[in-house]
Every structure is written in C-alpha cells, then in structure tokens.
C-alpha cells in the first residue's frame, strides 16, 4: 500500500484543518494507520491512529479533545480534523501505516509525503 497525505495549510490559532490520507491499494483489517507529526529540530512525535478493522482510536494527550481521527473505508482513506488548533501544533504531519498499534514511529513501516500544518498566533 501507498500512502498520500493532503490538507495542510496556514491557519490561524483556534482555527481548524482536515487532513487526509489516501491509500492505494488494500488497507487489511489488521493494520492500524497512524499520524505522526515534526517540528523543526523535534523528533517525530504521535499524533493520534485508528485500526482500520474495529476503528479503535488512540490519542496523543496533547490533541485529545481537540482532533477526531477517522477512516472512511469505502475510499481507503483516513482524515484527521483538526479543531482550535495552536501554534504548538505547527508541524510536517505524516501518515504511517502499521502491524501493531504503537506510539514510536520506528514500528510503522509505510509513510507517506508530510503536509505542512502552519498556524499563526
């Protein structure tokens, strides 16, 4: 599977995005896709996953509340909405397909491109 990251963009504090990953090719039930996110000079830090069978959703503490990750299985394709976002949340998010459910980006072995995600305050 490949995947594609869209959605990103300039918005201002307590604004909103949505975040699209689309994937090419079958997602299994087993796999978990997830959203990692990087700021310059930061590592690669977890956002929020969901399992594409069951829809399980973890989040990062630092977006709970405030994102909705969510698939729509007819379109192979995951979004993340993005709600009252701060200028913390300024990152390169990323889409990563995965075995197990994990927070390490190390444990996912498909990417796809980043999306820019600037916020201004």
């Known amino acids: 599977v490949q995947l594609q990251a869209s959605g990103g963009g300039l918005v201002q504090a307590g604004g909103s995005l949505r975040l699209s990953c689309a994937a090419s090719?079958?997602?299994?039930?087993?796999?978990?896709v997830a959203w990692f996110r990087q700021a310059p000079g930061k590592e690669r830090e977890f956002v929020s996953a969901i399992r594409w069978g069951s829809g399980i959703r973890y989040y990062d503490d630092s977006v709970r509340g405030r994102f909705i990750i969510s698939k729509a299985s007819a379109e192979n394709t995951v979004y993340l909405q993005m709600n009252n976002l701060k200028p913390d949340d300024a990152a390169v998010y990323y889409c990563a397909a995965g075995i197990h459910y994990s927070t390490t980006h190390r444990d996912y072995d498909t990417w796809g491109q980043g999306t820019q995600v600037t916020v201004s305050s």
């Open positions: 090719g079958r997602i299994y039930s087993s796999k978990i």
